[in-house]
Each structure stands twice: as C-alpha cells, then as structure tokens.
C-alpha cells in the first residue's frame, strides 16, 4: 500500500468507522457467538501472497463484527464507561503515524513535553494540590499509564523500594532481605484508598485514612479510575478532598473524559520516589540533556519501556471539547443515572443497594439471590441491554452504569420497560413454579 492508496482506503475506513458509531444503536449490543467461533472462519495460517484493502475491508462485518461487544452502544450499561470520541479516534491516528517509541525527551521532545504540560492541565482541572504539578520547578509530576492497575503496581513498588531505603538508613545492620520479609501493605477488600470504587461507587474517608498515613510515613495511594472524571466539576470536587495527604493519586480519562483507551493519568508528589525506582541507564539512551534537570525520560516513570504519543489524545479533546463541554457530559450521565434510579424506586418490586453518587445505580429484586441472577440471565441473554452484577453486603446486586457517550433518556426508558417486563415474566413464572411444588 503506498500513500496513493492509503489516502483512499483511509477515508473508506473513516467512513466506516463514522457509520459504525452513528448507527450503532441498531446493532445488537452483545454478539451471539460461542467461544472458538472465529478460529474456523480465517485460515490456518497467514497469506504467502499479499491481499488487497478491500479483501481485508469485507472480512470485518464478516468475522470480526459477529464476535464484537459494542461498549459504545446507547443500551451498553455494564462495567464503567469506555467512552470515545471523534477528537480522540483523530489523535490517534497521528499518533500511530508519527510513531515514535518515547521512551526518552530524545527520542521524542514533543511526545515527552506534551505529556508533562497535559497532566498539569489535567491537574488543575480537577484542583488537585500544587505539589502534584510539574509546572513551577516543583518536586511532582504527572505520567500516562495503561491502566490503573499498573499505576497502583508503580506505587507499591516505589513505597517498596522507599521503605526499604529509609530503614536501611534508620539500621544499618538490617539487609534487604531482613527488610523485605517485614514488610506490611494495608488494604481493604477494594485494595487501596478508593474514590468510587468498583461494585458500587463508594468513597472512601480520605480525612480518616490520610492522617493515619502521614504519621506512620506509610505511602498512600488513591485510586480513582472513573470517579476522578467528576473532580472536574465543581459540585462533585469535595470528593476528591484530602488528596493532599496522598503520595500519589490517578484516574482514568479513557474510562469518562471522551479520550479512548488506554489513557491512566498518575500523579505522585515527589516523582524521583518514582524515578529512582525504575531508573534505566544503558549508553545508547542517554542523550545530552539527561541532567539538565529541564526534561523528564518517562522510561524511568513505568515497568515497559517504550511508550506511545498518548497525549495526543488528551490535547485533542481538551481542546476541542473544552473544560465546560467535558462537564456537561459528566453532568448528562449523572442526571441519567438519578433518572434511572427515580424509576427503579416507583416499583415496590424493587430496591436501591447503594447512594447513587455519579453514573452508577446498584439495583436489585426484593428476594433472593437466586432470583436476582435469574433476572440478570434473562436481561443479558436477550441481548437488548447489557448489565454486569456484582455483591454488595453478600447479596447479588444489579449494576446499572451510564456508559455511551451518545445515551439519551429514551435508552434510560427503553431499559427500565425491558427490566421491568422480564422482572414481570420472572416473578410470574418463579410463583407459578412455586404453587406447582406446594401442591405436589
């Protein structure tokens, strides 16, 4: 494929791409497929000889669409939200055109600068404190990771690693591995400090939690992979205070800020807690300015190291979304969840398992658990909607999680008839069910 070629296959596939998201509501939400389905529809093994765009072009909607989960679609209401959008799908395509491996300022100084001036943007817009930013000369800093899972893996390793050196230097006599064997990480069933966590959006007391911390010289992470995109409204900021007595913090913007995965924002108030840990010096990736103290090698900030241009995207939707069009999507979902469970609490049927604080509702029968995962297989095995559960206080619970960029409140209403009307056909079926084995 030469440039020619690529100049029309590309619009062909961004053509594609728009008609997918713009008519993805007619798609059927969750695929009907069995596990080894696509394996008998490619061949054993690759071409010897090239194929054309076109032969690959007809093979999506043929073996890659069946087997597709749409996260995008207006009746998705499971997990979190992995929202997108058009801004963020662009940068990524520069970002795979570019395709530069930024694992140092040299190797690319735009990749590196961008993602430091776009973390202290992201910072401020959720008014986290000033020793988090880079800007200034300061001590902090923010990186990119994958996921949250491996920012919460980066900090326990440097609270490893920044432990184990201060008693070192508090007993000598002590080796590491006298050090290592005493070594205690506190966490609850939802592993660190959590602003909304997983099963139910629930907060954790930061104020409790973070003294306790900062006595004890304990480094405390907090994780706030979707709730995090809310800080950037003013009304739900107070959920995020007493991230100052963090050592580090993150959340994920690939999860509610409109930028697609993986895009984990991390911040850590001292970053050579960070770099000392994961510091990598071989001669052929120094470079001059290394010292200077001006610039950031991020390889030093993450376990791989090469890393990708993923700042594009937030620079991208920063800017052409702005701070108020970003808000006013997080403001939609939250009204969109309270609607939701508005109509949850007018059938007596049913109760709320959980405060409803941002896009997430915790639903469920009044009865038992067993009749609670009959619903959710009857929900999901329509495949009009899709929901996930999860246990809250040893019941089984319903999640309702607002998720697609383009949910409207007729998607809401839509669900809550189809919930209610198999609930209907539930209940109707278990108390026949039960007369027959009383009368037996």
Request: charged share 25%.
């Amino acid at each position: 494929m030469d440039a020619a070629e690529f100049r029309k296959s590309g619009k062909q596939m961004v053509d594609y791409i728009a008609d997918y998201l713009e008519k993805i509501d007619k798609r059927q939400v969750f695929p009907d497929v069995e596990p080894g389905y696509l394996r008998p529809l490619i061949p054993d093994c690759a071409p010897q000889d090239p194929e054309s765009f076109d032969d690959v072009f007809k093979d999506i909607e043929k073996i890659i669409m069946p087997g597709v989960t749409h996260w995008h679609s207006p009746y998705f209401f499971a997990y979190f939200p992995s929202t997108s959008s058009f801004p963020a799908l662009l940068a990524d395509m520069l970002c795979g055109g570019i395709g530069c491996v930024g694992f140092s300022w040299a190797a690319s100084p735009a990749c590196t600068e961008l993602e430091t001036v776009m973390m202290d943007w992201l910072g401020k817009m959720i008014n986290l404190p000033e020793e988090f930013l880079a800007e200034k000369g300061g001590q902090g800093g923010g990186v990119i990771q994958g996921s949250a899972s491996e920012a919460t893996l980066i900090s326990l390793l440097a609270a490893r690693t920044k432990t184990i050196r201060r008693v070192q230097s508090e007993k000598p006599e002590l080796t590491e591995a006298d050090i290592m064997g005493r070594l205690v990480a506190y966490a609850s069933d939802q592993f660190c400090a959590t602003l909304g966590t997983t099963p139910c959006c629930s907060f954790d007391k930061l104020f409790d939690l973070g003294p306790i911390c900062n006595k004890k010289s304990f480094w405390m992470h907090i994780d706030a992979a979707y709730a995090g995109s809310a800080f950037i409204c003013p009304e739900f900021r107070h959920l995020l205070n007493g991230v100052e007595f963090a050592d580090s913090f993150m959340f994920n913007p690939h999860k509610w800020l409109l930028v697609n995965f993986d895009c984990s924002a991390m911040w850590v108030k001292k970053r050579s807690d960070i770099t000392s840990v994961f510091k990598l010096e071989p001669l052929y990736l120094q470079h001059q300015h290394q010292d200077s103290g001006l610039v950031t090698d991020y390889r030093h900030w993450q376990i791989p190291l090469g890393r990708r241009f993923r700042s594009l995207k937030l620079w991208f939707v920063l800017r052409m979304y702005g701070v108020r069009g970003l808000q006013e999507h997080i403001r939609k979902h939250i009204r969109l969840s309270h609607q939701f469970e508005d109509l949850v609490l007018q059938d007596e049927r049913f109760e709320i398992c959980a405060e409803v604080v941002l896009g997430l509702v915790c639903f469920r029968l009044k009865g038992s658990n067993e009749l609670n995962k009959e619903l959710l297989k009857s929900i999901n095995e329509a495949k009009k909607i899709h929901l996930v559960p999860c246990h809250l206080r040893e019941k089984f619970v319903l999640r309702f999680a607002i998720c697609s960029r383009v949910v409207e409140t007729t998607h809401v209403e839509f669900a809550w008839q189809h919930i209610s009307q198999l609930a209907t056909d539930l209940l109707k079926a278990w108390e026949q069910n039960h007369h027959q084995q009383h009368q037996q």
